[in-house]
């Protein structure tokens, strides 16, 4: 199991600094979250890298959010 935990007051900074609905924001971080707590992890190399970014766009468009990148 795992636990997601996000701080708001982040969240919404994030999402101005980066032009970002805060929905969207929210969006990309439980599906980086939820992946990270399934085993992946971009931090090991590259390869790794590209696989998890490829699923979260992938995700975040099947739940109709733009791509965050």
């Given at each position: 199991t795992a636990d997601l935990v996000l701080c708001a007051p982040v969240v919404e900074r994030e999402a101005r600094e980066q032009g970002k609905t805060l929905q969207a924001h929210y969006a990309h971080l439980l599906v980086h979250g939820t992946?990270?707590?399934?085993?992946y992890d971009h931090e090991t190399n590259e390869g790794d890298?590209?696989?998890?970014?490829?699923?979260?766009?992938?995700?975040l468009d099947a739940l109709g959010f733009p791509n965050p990148y």
């Open positions: 992946l990270h707590a399934q085993g890298a590209l696989e998890m970014e490829a699923l979260e766009i992938m995700l």
